[in-house]
C-alpha cells in the first residue's frame, strides 16, 4: 500500500500560469504603467439647491476623484513591494533567476535560455533550470496564495477494486 499525502496535489500549469500572471502584473505595475489621473469636470452649473443624489446625500467629485488617484497608486506600489519582498524571501539561485527572467523592463526580449547560458555563472543544462524554476514558482505562489490544486475526480475514480 502507497503512502498518502495529506498536502493537496498542485496543478503544475495552473500554478505557473498564475505565478506569470502576477509577475506580468508586477512588470505593468513596475514599468510600464502610466498614471492616468482622473480629472473632475470643470463645468460650472447654476442651482438654487445643493444637488444630491436620491439617497439625499451630496457627492463631492473632486474629492471622490483625488481618493481614487491615491488609492490606486499606493496599490500599485504596495503589490510591488509584495512581490519583492516574496522574491528576497527565497534562496539565492532562485531569487535571481526571477529578477533576471521576469522582473526586468526587457522580460519581452530575455528568454530562459538566454538566462540559464549567460546570466548564470558558470552556466547550467536547461533541465536544471527548470527545475530551479519551478522550485521558485512553487515558493513564490505559496507565499503569494498563487498555488492551484488539482481538482479531485468524482465518483470514486481514484479508489479501484
Request: net charge positive.
Amino acid at each position: 500500500m502507497g503512502q498518502q499525502s495529506f498536502l493537496p496535489e498542485i496543478d503544475r500549469k495552473r500554478t505557473q500560469a498564475a505565478v506569470e500572471a502576477a509577475l506580468e502584473k508586477y512588470r505593468i505595475y513596475k514599468y510600464l504603467y502610466i498614471i492616468e489621473e482622473r480629472e473632475s469636470s470643470t463645468t460650472a452649473a447654476y442651482s438654487d439647491m445643493p444637488r444630491s443624489s436620491p439617497t439625499n446625500v451630496t457627492s463631492d467629485q473632486t474629492a471622490n476623484i483625488a481618493i481614487h488617484n491615491v488609492d490606486s497608486q499606493a496599490y500599485r506600489e504596495e503589490y510591488c513591494k509584495r512581490v519583492e519582498r516574496a522574491v528576497k524571501r527565497m534562496p539565492r539561485m532562485e531569487s535571481f533567476l526571477i529578477e533576471s527572467r521576469y522582473m526586468t523592463k526587457e522580460h519581452d526580449y530575455i528568454t530562459d535560455y538566454y538566462v540559464y547560458n549567460f546570466a548564470f555563472q558558470p552556466p547550467m543544462s536547461g533541465g536544471k533550470y527548470a527545475t530551479i524554476r519551478w522550485k521558485a514558482f512553487y515558493k513564490f505562489a505559496s507565499i503569494m496564495n498563487l498555488l492551484v490544486e488539482k481538482e479531485q475526480r468524482k465518483g470514486g475514480d481514484n479508489e479501484r477494486n
